[in-house]
């Protein structure tokens, strides 16, 4: 089982905003990465560290952090921001790494 | 182009061994610490272990890979490897490699992941 708890699944209508969250003890020390993975596809990286975008990914998408949970905001949800959502961090005792179990966003 | 391709899956009978490679172009492949992780069928991700820069030397493993999967890298060629032994049906998926920024202690990302190769463990 994972040390990072996201919820299963989020919907959300076109052009509205959904938060997606990640809750782990080790998120008070550790920031975490988002990724977006659409099916047959390798994951993307959409947030890391204290809100950074990497070039080419929508300012739509933000990131923020307190104590042990972490959120990726989709702000105004578009058609092909529907896909798989992982978050990134270090497991409680800091010595390895672990996705979340990951989120499915709808937008209807 | 920049670009990280992964090899060597395929079926393979559980207790057997297989390893992939994961091959780099574009870029100073001895300059990044690179992780493997995997996705079961249907499932989500799951990191498996990473091996650092000659540099910073070492490698880590999941635990439930740990004793099992072996991570090495060959620089001259811009490859990384990961040794799979005494496989299980559990280790069937998609298979990644990843390279890793570390932006800080605290901050690390996947900036560039392959497109994964599939491994199979059936009798």
């Known amino acids: 089982s994972s040390e990072l708890i996201q919820d299963p699944a989020v919907s959300v209508a076109l052009g509205q905003t959904v938060r997606i969250t990640c809750q782990g003890d080790s998120l008070r020390s550790y920031y975490v990465s988002w990724y977006q993975q659409k099916p047959g596809q390798a994951p993307l990286v959409v947030i890391y560290g204290k809100n950074i975008r990497p070039s080419g990914i929508p300012d739509r998408f933000s990131g923020s952090s307190s104590g042990n949970t972490a959120s990726l905001t989709i702000t105004g949800a578009q058609a092909e921001d529907e896909a798989d959502y992982y978050c990134?961090?270090?497991?409680?005792?800091?010595?390895?790494?672990?996705f979340g179990p990951g989120t499915k966003v709808i937008v209807l | 182009e920049v670009q990280l391709l992964e090899s060597g899956g395929g079926l393979v009978q559980p207790g057997r061994s297989l390893r992939l490679s994961c091959s780099s172009s574009?870029?100073?492949?001895?300059?990044?610490?690179l992780s493997w992780a995997r996705q079961a069928p249907g499932r989500g991700l799951e990191w498996l272990g990473f091996?650092?820069?000659?540099?910073?030397?070492?490698?880590e493993y999941a635990a439930s890979v740990e004793g099992r999967f072996t991570i090495s890298r060959d620089d001259s060629k811009g490859i990384a490897y990961l040794q799979m032994d005494s496989l299980r049906s559990e280790d069937t998926g998609v298979y990644f490699c990843?390279?890793?920024?570390?932006?800080?202690?605290?901050?690390?990302?996947?900036?560039?992941w392959g497109r994964g190769t599939l491994v199979t463990v059936s009798s």
């Open positions: 574009g870029f100073n492949f001895a300059g990044y610490a």
């Open positions: 990843a390279r890793e920024i570390h932006a800080a202690t605290t901050t690390w990302y996947y900036d560039l």
């Open positions: 990134n961090s270090r497991d409680n005792n800091g010595n390895h790494y672990v």
């Open positions: 091996i650092r820069t000659e540099t910073y030397g070492g490698t």
